[in-house]
């Protein structure tokens, strides 16, 4: 799951001045569209990203996409320091840094107006970092890459943050793929209740859902959360027939001890229907966009994947519980 | 025979040995040929042209020294070296004394050049042309016309003989020179007896069919020299050329050495740029086939012949001089093969063994001739499709992808025959022909339409010179209304339009009175039978190919101006930009104006990203310009066309064009291929690009177009990812994309290579159209490659 926010940086499809609908509609709050995605489904998909998300991972790989609020964002490769952010701001908000790479500093808790620097900005160095679309809308910006999932047997998946978050919209997105003929897939944490889970049923061809780590506990610590609710929702699909993919992404230090590998291996295995599970590898990646929301990254001193050798240990403990391994 | 039992077939150590001997001598200009040719113009002063030129290429073929290399299975080139640089005196020699002092040390395409050859070339060869080569009609009748223009067209074909052309190889095949010969014999015969025509009208038609009577027998003797040249050491060879001297090709090695045998004396008659072997796997396989069936060769000694061939296609390479080097850099020289492909019978696809032994081939020599093309279309067997690109995935940009789907219905549209649509080939890079009967001048001029935008903005100045060059439509302050400026946008392009075409009439003219090409001719259909040279329209088609350069930059230029100089509604006034101001900015080549730049980068969307009604405006200009040339008529009496694609002149045809509203600087590139997007500016991926693409007007298109795509190579790490690539080829057919061609390489190597070029002779990269050495393309070019956007996946 990679989010380039650059993608958007050019006149692409998600400018942020799309039409809006009546203001009854039902929207979407969007922070990418990602076509020509590889690695979230079968086939060529395009993957969009809804923001919020009730888990707040330490490695997250789309750490925007954690807050619902929409927020300005701050690309400096496209500054000219000309500054007329900073005299727009009606709050203040916004202070120059000479001498530094990332040139203008926002202070997020006095930025609340309606992205006056946003307008002001010549060279859309500020942007917001979402877009709000009815799910017709969103439709009509999905089904411009039909042609290369009919070929390629992909389709759209629902990713995030949370798509459940925004649970309503993503299930009336669903539905309008599914009577559109398009394959549907949803990354879930799974984070959610049973109801919305029935609801999503009928309109999700394939759960990509995580398994992070075993012991509740440790699952707190980094997530947030107890993994009670998940390993519940997992055994739910499990038995309504859903088509799922489990995956365990690979963080260091924190996911990839044997025990916690073997732990949901065993789990997996136990699952009524066959699953098989996906160990993700680390990507270095994310630390950008930490830099972009000035935050620190708590694993910055991994710069690379986890050796292929690492990798290939952990799928055997997997390979071990008879589970098959992807 | 299936291609099963090509899986895991290495090249032979022959084949090695080979490849390595192929790139290591160095490339030095030549002037025995040019020696040989005025020597027999010497001995036929008064003769007619065609007659001439038929005396001069059999002197040449009976008295060129010939050379075997060791190892070699296919033998024959034009030259004794390797990759020599071939003065052609009949077409034009002014440029070389012009650059004879620095052809050895220019940053494009450089040649050693010996003492005594330069001695030779001004003592013996330039006194004699000077004042008579199609180089210096064209400038003493045309130039000053031509000068005029430049600026937004560039007239192609000035001191060359005519390429891009597919011969009718099946029928060289079929009758080889002896069968061709008879044939222009009996036609004479006919001729004599008949009293009808008129008498100017009969001598013409005499000397051209004695004339290709005169190259037959030269070539028969030349490939009789290569078998007396090959009897005491490899009598193999002697006996393959001793029969092809006699006969037609029987087996598969005597055809693989008579195809190559043709396209050295197709090169020495004209040296010209591309002249294309096409359907290689069709007109070859019932040779292989025969051979196979009765047991007499086996796939792998095949392979290995096919091999040799490969390697000999590297063997020629054409001169230019340095601007043209710049034009078309890294010796494409367009020896295009094209397999598969839908049969006559429009519903079964012609892959075969052979075409997947072309595949290997590509995979075992990798060089960068032959040009590969692939031909894919809603038929094409899935298995061929993977196997293409796992071919592509090797990185030698090779096989490129047409699309039959979208290109029949365009060759219908100008004309062509649906059965002779069917087979169409690939001549050059990207040039679209028909095999045999088809002399399509697909490069008769290139139309910067960048410029003409340029010069419409400033009332038809030249933002860089200040000279007025264009029209005097007004400025960019003038027009009141977007609808204004396109009005005159309209008005200066079809100035330039109406001047073009008849200096293109006069160059195609002159073509045919001073190089008739009778060798040529008798190998198209149709001429000997009708008594016409090709140059002269003996062919069936008689096209003639404009390339307007370039739809991304005026799209994105027109779609800056449009919603931020003048549609401004839903725009906040504060980003609207002053007419006045952007004019100021363009003519600084942005200057000053670094804020005004990036909004026009930014604040406007660009070609490349799936924005309809941005795409819509390049589409609308492209077939502007396809459509103003259906009102016209060829000096050989065929339509003209358009194309879309630059070949590498996108970065010496920028360096005429001031500033853009695109945000472009002055003198930078225009986007590269012809219908990519301006690199960097495709920020919305692939699948994005294609659509946008997809909305130019292909039906219209029907000379060619590019597409570059840069992919890196972890794509095509194994089946699975490679499948998804797959779909990616399959989409593009069905979106009517009529070519695209692939880069597969790390940007890290494209740098490395720059710093070491030593280390990576062998790196071989798609330029426009075709394959070139990375080190041997200049500094500007590279950089401009390694700019180019590269999708992940």
């Known amino acids: 799951m990679t989010c380039d926010t650059e993608a958007t940086a050019i006149g692409g499809a998600t400018e942020e001045t799309a039409p809006l609908g009546a203001p009854s509609e039902l929207r979407g709050r969007v922070f990418d569209i990602k076509r020509f995605a590889l690695h979230d489904g079968p086939g060529i998909r395009t993957t969009v990203f809804l923001k919020g998300c009730p888990l707040a991972c330490t490695w997250c790989q789309n750490p925007e996409g954690i807050p619902l609020k929409k927020m300005v964002v701050y690309h400096p490769e496209q500054c000219i320091r000309c500054e007329q952010c900073v005299t727009a701001c009606p709050n203040g908000a916004i202070t120059t840094r000479p001498g530094e790479r990332r040139f203008i500093h926002i202070d997020r808790t006095r930025c609340d107006c309606d992205g006056t620097c946003i307008e002001a900005c010549p060279t859309r160095a500020l942007r917001w970092d979402s877009t709000e679309y009815t799910a017709e809308q969103l439709l009509r910006e999905v089904e411009r890459d039909e042609v290369f999932y009919r070929n390629s047997g992909g389709g759209v998946t629902l990713s995030g943050g949370e798509p459940l978050s925004q649970a309503p919209f993503a299930r009336k997105l669903l539905e309008l793929c599914k009577a559109a003929g398009l394959h549907t897939a949803i990354e879930t944490t799974l984070q959610t209740t049973p109801t919305v889970l029935t609801g999503m049923l009928p309109v999700v061809d394939l759960f990509l859902t995580d398994i992070k780590l075993w012991d509740p506990e440790q699952h707190r610590r980094y997530t947030g959360v107890d993994n009670g609710i998940i390993l519940e929702n997992v055994r739910f699909l499990a038995g309504k027939g859903a088509h799922m993919l489990v995956r365990v992404p690979l963080i260091p230090e924190t996911t990839t001890s044997r025990e916690n590998i073997a732990a949901i291996a065993r789990f997996v295995g136990a699952l009524p229907g066959g699953h098989a599970l996906e160990l993700i590898n680390f990507n270095p990646l994310a630390a950008g966009k930490y830099e972009m929301l000035e935050r620190p990254y708590p694993y910055a001193r991994y710069t690379s994947p986890l050796p292929e050798e690492d990798v290939e240990e952990l799928r055997c403990l997997v390979r071990a519980e008879g589970v098959t391994v992807i | ?793």
């Open chain 2, 1 to 793: 025979m299936t291609h099963e039992m090509l899986r895991g077939l290495a090249p032979t150590d022959r084949i090695e040995r080979l490849k390595q001997a192929a790139r290591s001598e160095e490339r030095y200009l030549s002037v025995e040929q040019a020696l040989l040719i005025t020597e027999s113009y010497r001995q036929h002063p008064g003769a007619p042209r065609v007659l001439q030129r038929a005396h001069a290429l059999a002197h040449a073929l009976r008295n060129i020294a010939i050379r075997i290399d060791r190892d070699e299975l296919i033998v024959g080139n034009r030259t004794s070296g390797i990759r020599s640089g071939v003065v052609s005196p009949e077409a034009g020699i002014a440029w070389i004394e012009d650059e004879l002092e620095t052809i050895a040390s220019r940053p494009q395409d450089p040649f050693q050049v010996r003492q005594e050859d330069a001695d030779l070339f001004l003592r013996e060869i330039l006194p004699l042309w000077r004042g008579r080569t199609l180089e210096d009609a064209v400038a003493d009748r045309i130039g000053a016309e031509i000068g005029e223009i430049k600026s937004v067209v560039k007239i192609n074909q000035t001191d060359h003989a005519q390429g891009h052309i597919c011969p009718d190889v099946a029928r060289w095949l079929e009758l080889g020179p002896a069968g061709i010969r008879e044939e222009a014999l009996s036609r004479l015969q006919g001729l004599e007896q008949e009293t009808r025509s008129e008498r100017s009208t009969r001598d013409a038609e005499e000397a051209f069919l004695h004339a290709v009577v005169i190259s037959m027998e030269g070539a028969i003797e030349f490939i009789r020299r290569y078998a007396r040249e090959a009897e005491a050491d490899v009598p193999m060879i002697a006996a393959v050329c001793r029969a092809l001297a006699e006969r037609p090709a029987e087996t598969f090695h005597e055809a693989l050495q008579s195809t190559w045998f043709l396209f050295v004396i197709l090169q020495m008659e004209s040296n010209a740029s591309s002249f294309s072997p096409g359907r290689a796997d069709q007109y070859l396989y019932p040779y292989l086939e025969r051979d196979l069936q009765a047991g007499s060769l086996t796939v792998e000694a095949a392979q290995e012949l096919l091999d040799a061939l490969w390697i000999k296609f590297n063997q020629i390479v054409y001169m230019r001089n340095a601007g043209s080097a710049e034009y078309f850099a890294g010796f494409p020289i367009g020896f295009n093969v094209a397999i598969g492909g839908m049969h006559a019978d429009a519903e079964t696809d012609a892959a075969n063994l052979l075409s997947w032994m072309i595949l290997k081939a590509q995979e075992h020599v990798g060089f960068s001739q032959p040009n590969l093309t692939a031909r894919l279309w809603k038929g094409s067997p899935r298995e061929f499709v993977e196997e293409c690109a796992r071919v592509i995935g090797l990185g030698s940009g090779m096989p490129q992808i047409v699309n039959d789907d979208s290109i029949i219905p365009a060759l219908q549209e100008i004309g062509i025959a649906p059965e002779d649509a069917r087979d169409y080939v690939v001549v050059g890079c990207v040039e679209i022909s028909t095999p045999g009967n088809n002399l399509g001048w697909s490069d008769a001029a290139m139309f910067n339409l960048v410029k003409a935008l340029e010069l419409t903005l400033n009332d038809g100045v030249c933002m860089l010179t200040g000279k007025q060059v264009g029209l005097s439509t007004g400025t960019l302050e003038d027009y009141r209304t977007f609808e204004d400026l396109l009005a005159a946008y309209r008005r200066q392009v079809d100035h330039f339009i109406d001047r073009m075409i008849p200096l293109c009439d006069a160059v195609d003219r002159m073509h045919a009175e001073f190089l008739p090409s009778p060798f040529l001719s008798g190998v198209i259909r149709d001429c000997v039978a009708r008594g016409i040279d090709v140059t002269a329209g003996g062919a069936r088609y008689n096209l003639s190919g404009i390339q307007a350069i370039q739809v991304a930059n005026v799209a994105d230029s027109l779609a800056a101006l449009k919603a931020l100089v003048f549609d401004v509604d839903g725009t906040e006034g504060k980003n609207r930009v002053e007419r006045g101001e952007l004019l100021s900015a363009l003519r600084s080549g942005f200057e000053g104006f670094e804020v005004l730049r990036r909004m026009l980068i930014y604040r406007a969307p660009k070609y490349g990203n799936d924005v309809e009604w941005v795409d819509r405006l390049g589409a609308h200009w492209a077939d502007h310009v396809a459509q103003r040339l259906r009102e016209f008529t060829n000096a050989r009496g065929g339509p003209y066309q358009m194309g879309l694609y630059t070949v590498s002149a996108h970065v010496p045809m920028g360096k005429n064009v001031a500033a853009t509203p695109d945000g472009r600087r002055h003198r930078e590139p225009l986007a590269d291929g012809g219908v990519s997007a301006m690199y960097g500016r495709d920020t919305s991926g692939p699948t994005a690009l294609l659509q946008s693409v997809a909305r130019l007007p292909f039906r219209h298109a029907a000379n060619g177009t590019l597409l570059n795509m840069k992919f890196l190579p972890r794509t095509f790490a194994n089946r699975e990812e490679r499948s998804k690539f797959v779909a990616l080829l399959l989409a593009l057919i069905d979106l009517g994309i009529h070519h695209a061609q692939f880069n597969v390489v790390n940007r890290e190597t494209l740098l490395e290579a720059q710093e070491h070029p030593e280390e990576h002779e062998n790196l071989t990269i798609r330029v426009a159209g075709y394959t070139a050495y990375f080190v041997e393309l200049s500094p500007d070019l590279q950089n401009e490659i390694i700019k180019r956007t590269a999708y992940d996946m």
